[in-house]
Every structure is written in C-alpha cells, then in structure tokens.
C-alpha cells in the first residue's frame, strides 16, 4: 500500500519559518509528481507547491512564490516544504499528495492519487 505522512507543522508567530515534510511508503518517487496543498477553515483545498521528480521542476502558488520552496531530500521517498516569511494567511492544515505521472493540471487536487493525512500550521499576528 502506498502511503504518505506529512510532519512539521505547528505554531509559529508571523515572520517565523517551518520546514514540512512528506516520506512516502511504498512507492519510490521517479517520474512523480509531488505536491503541496493547504486548505484553510472554510476553503478549499489550493495548491501551494508542486515537484516533478522526472525533470526537477517545481510550481508555485502566486500567494507563497518567494517564501515557499519544494525540495527532494536525500532519500528518494522524501520531500520538504520549506515555508519563510509566514503570514496569518498560510494558516491552514497542509497536505502532501502524489501521482504516478506529471501533469499539466499539476495544481488541481483531482490530478492526485495519493494523500498524507495532514498537518496543521498556525501563524499568529
């Protein structure tokens, strides 16, 4: 079975940083695409950050370009989110999601096969 288990988040004061990751179990990420998606109480779900493990290209939200970086860890089953510079705004429960294949509708949560349960990140003023 593949799973995924995101971690890192919790309370952190604006300006502040968190770094999440995602470890994937079952699945080697070559040729995945990998993203980061958040969903804030009353949203929906948006996509923050997206990975192509095929050529190495990342995506980003307008709303987090600049402060927010997708990148692969040494192993091949883990990805992080380094998050800077936070804003109330980011709070939301963030979620690591996965696919067999790279799409060109890499930010619609649909695309997505594979989900990791969540973790909650909370930026205060």
């Known amino acids: 079975d593949v799973q995924l288990q995101a971690s890192g988040g919790g309370l952190v004061q604006a300006g502040g940083s968190l770094r999440l990751s995602c470890v994937s179990y079952?699945?080697?990420?070559?040729?995945?695409?990998i993203g980061w998606f958040r969903q804030a109480p009353g949203k929906g779900r948006e996509a923050v950050a997206c990975?192509?493990?095929?050529?190495?290209?990342?995506y980003y939200a307008d709303s987090v370009k600049g402060r927010f970086t997708i990148a692969r860890g040494d192993g091949k089953n883990t990805m992080y989110l380094q998050m800077n510079s936070l804003v109330p705004e980011d709070t939301a429960v963030y979620f690591c999601?996965?696919?067999?294949?790279?799409?060109?509708?890499?930010?619609?949560?649909?695309?997505?096969?594979?989900w990791g349960p969540g973790t909650l990140v909370t930026v205060s003023s």
């Open positions: 999601a996965t696919r067999p294949r790279w799409t060109t509708n890499y930010y619609r949560p649909s695309e997505y096969n594979y």
């Open positions: 079952g699945i080697i990420w070559d040729g995945y695409a």
């Open positions: 990975f192509s493990t095929g050529d190495g290209s990342s």
